[in-house]
């Protein structure tokens, strides 16, 4: 065989037979997620608001060869998890990889914040992940019972290095992306006996959502463009995600990063089984000395994992 052929990468195809859920994939992260599925041979139900870009997502797809079908709809909606099952499954006979990606932001001080800016980001988000887990979980439930084994079933969350970070001016969408990880979690313990595999990302890219904060992309090719996060979700969705499950990574240019647990930090035992006022005082002091306050639980290991997020 000549070197150059041998040198030539196989396409990957990993996804041959599959059949995916995208939501948000009319654009940014969604988008570029789908692409990287249907390439790695996925037939695709995509989800977005009624917009133009679903639909251009779409024929895209199709234009390259690959299968994909809209099924738009509000992500949160009850029907519309339903129906993106129902697709899959009248559509191309199956459902094995659920992307829950769709979001939006209303930022705002806590204080300040509006009673719809926090239930809208909530509700997009946290049910939004929730609804189309739950219609998918039970598919793969009833395929797993019936066929007496577990079923080939992933799910790719969405969370926030927001959530790590207590981003103080997204109360709304650091609560609404913990939930999303705490969703994960028992996700994967709820329904690993059925096959299904659940983990989180915490992405970073430059999309319309972070634009303004990132800037325009650097000449040449992006760090932080979303396709740079694909990989790992085509990674998770494939064969070799039958071995993750319950995990968080942060993901972005060329950097995954594996978050571990939470770990217990000290443990204090009050002396009669019962705390007084002042034995707490004194055991919590050896931690909390007489100075200001720590940033405390919050997750800064991964702000450096990035040399360029903004083109400042
Ligand atoms: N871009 C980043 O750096 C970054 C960082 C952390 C997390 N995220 C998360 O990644 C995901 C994708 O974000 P993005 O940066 O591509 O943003 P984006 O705004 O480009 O894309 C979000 C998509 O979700 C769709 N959407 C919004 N509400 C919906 C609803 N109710 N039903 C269906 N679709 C809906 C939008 O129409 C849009 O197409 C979001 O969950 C976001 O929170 C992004």
Same mark, same amino acid.
């Given at each position: ?34 692409? %990287?599925?249907? =390439?790695? #041979?996925?037939? !695709? &139900?995509?989800?977005?608001?009624? *917009?133009? /870009? ?21 992500? %949160?909606?009850? =029907?519309? #998890?339903?129906? !993106? &099952?129902?697709?899959?499954?009248? *559509?191309? /006979? ?219």
């Amino acid at each position: 065989m000549p070197s150059e052929m041998a040198a030539t990468p196989r396409a990957d195809r990993s996804l041959d037979g599959r059949v995916a859920i995208v939501t948000g994939a009319g654009q940014g992260l969604g988008a570029a997620e789908a692409r %990287a599925l249907a =390439a790695a #041979g996925a037939r !695709l &139900v995509l989800n977005d608001l009624p *917009t133009d /870009g679903l639909d251009r997502i779409v024929e895209e797809i199709r234009a390259a060869g690959g299968e994909a079908v809209a099924r738009p709809g509000d992500v %949160a909606d009850w =029907a519309t #998890g339903e129906a !993106l &099952v129902t697709t899959a499954v009248d *559509t191309f /006979g199956g459902l094995h990889v659920l992307v829950n990606n769709a979001g939006v932001l209303r930022d705002r001080m806590v204080f300040s914040m509006s009673e719809q800016e926090w239930d809208t980001v909530i509700r997009v988000h946290l049910r939004g992940h929730f609804v189309t887990t739950r219609f998918a979980t039970a598919y793969w439930r009833g395929l797993s019972k019936s066929e007496g084994r577990p079923a080939y079933a992933r799910i790719v969350n969405t969370s926030s290095e927001a959530y790590l970070l207590g981003s103080a001016g997204q109360p709304n969408y650091a609560a609404a992306k913990g939930g999303i990880v705490a969703l994960t979690l028992a996700t994967a313990r709820g329904c690993f006996n059925h096959g299904v595999r659940a983990n989180a990302i915490c992405p970073r890219a430059r999309t319309a959502m972070t634009g303004d904060l990132m800037g325009p992309a650097p000449g040449g090719d992006d760090p932080m463009a979303p396709e740079r996060v694909a990989p790992l979700v085509v990674h998770l969705a494939g064969p070799a995600g039958d071995r993750i499950t319950g995990e968080v990574f942060v993901v972005h240019g060329g950097v995954v990063a594996l978050l571990g647990p939470p770990t217990v930090r000290a443990t204090f035992h009050a002396t009669t089984g019962q705390w007084t006022a002042a034995e707490l005082d004194a055991a919590l002091s050896t931690v909390f000395i007489d100075s200001p306050p720590t940033s405390g639980y919050l997750c800064e290991a991964t702000l450096p994992l990035a040399t360029s997020t903004f083109n400042e």
